[in-house]
């Protein structure tokens, strides 16, 4: 990830909070592993590629995280048996599809069809494309573009490997509008990745804004459009209820995973070489200014 060359604002803040600050226990824990893992690879990477300690951190939690949420996806799909087992939270699967079923109108259907047309494969890629790079020629750096491109690649994954290893049949054609989908039903795509998607445009979105209204607004927003997404996949009989929570669930888990990476990256970045940060690995990330020195790629 490229440095930002003359923000308009500074890109390790949001408002007052500081996201090179780690304020828990567990978050300078986090920082310490990952300096020294990035301190014991750069020797090796070194040979092949020029790469900071800072970017080192950041591959290398993401890789973690991406395992991590693996298991997170297997572990849904022991829940979901559970639970339909149970009759657990799947109880509510066709009640509600059912209640959806008794307020459909063509006008409604029509509205509500073109609506989850902007969470599928090609409305979702637009929609975040079209904000990310906005963003990044505003601040003239590539690092919003690799995020999205990172949690991109890890939902769509994620969505493929769930829906293979639960192999869930979707509602009953009868009950769905068309035009009819035929991959299996767990987790629910257009939410995931519109969870996952919409949550990194948001962060990035709290980064450059300057005012509390807009942040407000900003998430607001992403938050309607993640929540509205998930049930005009039930409306529209698409998905069960659990297909969609699923989907919010691991989207919001990979979203976070992937911001504590970027996180994770400005705080070694705002530090320098990790061999010069051996005091700084007990302050947790101590706040960090805009003007301080950062390491170029």
Not at 32 to 50: H, K, Q, Y
Not at 97 to 121: H, I, K, N, Y
Not at 252 to 266: E, K, M, N, P, Q
Request: hydrophobic residues 50%; contains cysteine.
């Amino acid at each position: 990830m490229a440095e930002p060359m003359h923000p308009q604002t500074p890109d390790d803040t949001i408002g007052a909070r500081d996201l090179t600050a780690w304020h828990t226990r567990f978050g300078r824990w986090l920082v310490s592993v990952f300096t020294a893992l990035a301190r014991m690879v750069r020797p090796a990477v070194g040979r092949v590629a020029d790469w900071s300690a800072a970017h080192l951190a950041f591959v290398i939690f993401a890789v973690v995280a991406l395992g991590l949420m693996a298991l997170l996806v297997e572990g849904t799909e022991q829940v979901y048996e559970s639970v339909t087992e149970r009759d657990g939270l799947a109880g509510l699967d066709q009640p509600v599809l059912d209640a959806m079923v008794t307020q459909r109108t063509p006008g409604l259907d029509s509205a509500v069809t073109t609506f989850t047309d902007l969470g599928g494969a090609v409305g979702m890629p637009i929609i975040a494309g079209v904000c990310v790079i906005a963003i990044a020629l505003w601040r003239r750096s590539w690092t919003p573009v690799v995020l999205t491109l990172i949690a991109a690649a890890g939902s769509v994954t994620m969505t493929v490997v769930g829906k293979d290893m639960v192999d869930r049949a979707r509602p009953p054609a009868a009950l769905a509008v068309p035009p009819l989908e035929v991959s299996p039903s767990f987790p629910s795509g257009h939410t995931l990745n519109a969870t996952v998607l919409i949550t990194i445009v948001v962060y990035l979105l709290l980064i450059e804004t300057t005012a509390t209204w807009q942040r407000v607004l900003a998430v607001t927003v992403g938050t309607a459009f993640v929540v509205l997404m998930g049930l005009s996949r039930v409306y529209l009989g698409h998905h069960w209820l659990t297909d969609v929570v699923a989907g919010w669930l691991i989207g919001l888990a990979w979203a976070l995973a992937v911001i504590t990476s970027h996180r994770l990256w400005l705080t070694l970045r705002d530090r320098g070489d990790p061999a010069e940060a051996g005091a700084g690995d007990e302050r947790g990330g101590s706040s960090a200014s805009s003007d301080r020195a950062t390491v170029t790629p």
